[in-house]
Every structure is written in structure tokens, then in C-alpha cells.
């Protein structure tokens, strides 16, 4: 198990630019996939992005491709999620995720799939 802590969110206009942090403890070791996940009020959780863990490869939703960059710092155990031109639809709470086995690529967009959450940070995006 790993515990997950979520920094970063905050209020910011359209346009601008937030970066999440994820801190990773416990069995760090273990994780092969950092996923971001977010959930507006009313919807689904909905996936965001990932990365593989020891090689850096990267999956993202085409709502934020070319937008949002997903990144890990592999010694300091912690993930990042750098979100550009910022808008309001992408107001949310952000969570980030983790798979401590291994994960074929067609589940890296499954909530289910994911057995350690962090506790999530908000994410408000003016017009």
C-alpha cells in the first residue's frame, strides 16, 4: 500500500496555469502507474492522465492532450500534473492514483483499476 498526498490546487483564471504535486510513501517501490483522475460536482470521476512509473510513458484524455503535461520525479517518489491553458470546464477536485501491479494499457483510464487514492485537491477555474 502507498499513501498518496495531493498538493498544488487553487483558483486561478482561464488561461493560466496550475501544477499538482502527488507525494508518494509507503511501498514506493511497487508502483508501476501514477494516474490523475478528476471529478466535477454532479459527474463521474473521469481519468486525466498517467505514467508508468519506471519508464516515463504517458497516457492522457483527449480533453487535455496538448495542454496538461504528466511527469514523475522518480527519486523524490512524487508525481506531477503541469495544466496549461486553464478552463473552467477543467474545474474539478484533481486526485491522483496508483497501481501497484502490473496494468495493461487498456485499463490505465479505469478508476477501478487504481487501489490507492489520495485524498484530492480543488481545482477552480474562472472565466
Known amino acids: 500500500q502507498v499513501q498518496l498526498v495531493e498538493s498544488g490546487g487553487g483558483l486561478v483564471q482561464a488561461g493560466g496555469s496550475l501544477r499538482l504535486s502527488c507525494a508518494a510513501s509507503?511501498?514506493?517501490?511497487?508502483?508501476?502507474?501514477m494516474g490523475w483522475f478528476r471529478q466535477a460536482p454532479g459527474k463521474e470521476r473521469e481519468f486525466v492522465a498517467a505514467?508508468?512509473?519506471?519508464?516515463?510513458?504517458?497516457y492522457y484524455a483527449d480533453s487535455v492532450k496538448g495542454r496538461f503535461t504528466v511527469s514523475r520525479a522518480y527519486a523524490k517518489n512524487t508525481g506531477y500534473l503541469q495544466m496549461n491553458s486553464l478552463k473552467p470546464e477543467d474545474t474539478a477536485v484533481y486526485y491522483c492514483?496508483?497501481?501497484?501491479?502490473?496494468?495493461?494499457?487498456?485499463?490505465?483510464?479505469?478508476?477501478?483499476?487504481?487501489?490507492?487514492w489520495g485524498q484530492g485537491t480543488q481545482v477552480t477555474v474562472s472565466s
Open positions: 505514467v508508468r512509473w519506471t519508464t516515463s510513458i504517458t
Open positions: 492514483a496508483a497501481v501497484l501491479s502490473h496494468l495493461d494499457s487498456y485499463y490505465v483510464t479505469v478508476p477501478t483499476t487504481y487501489t490507492d
Open positions: 509507503g511501498r514506493t517501490s511497487s508502483i508501476t502507474t
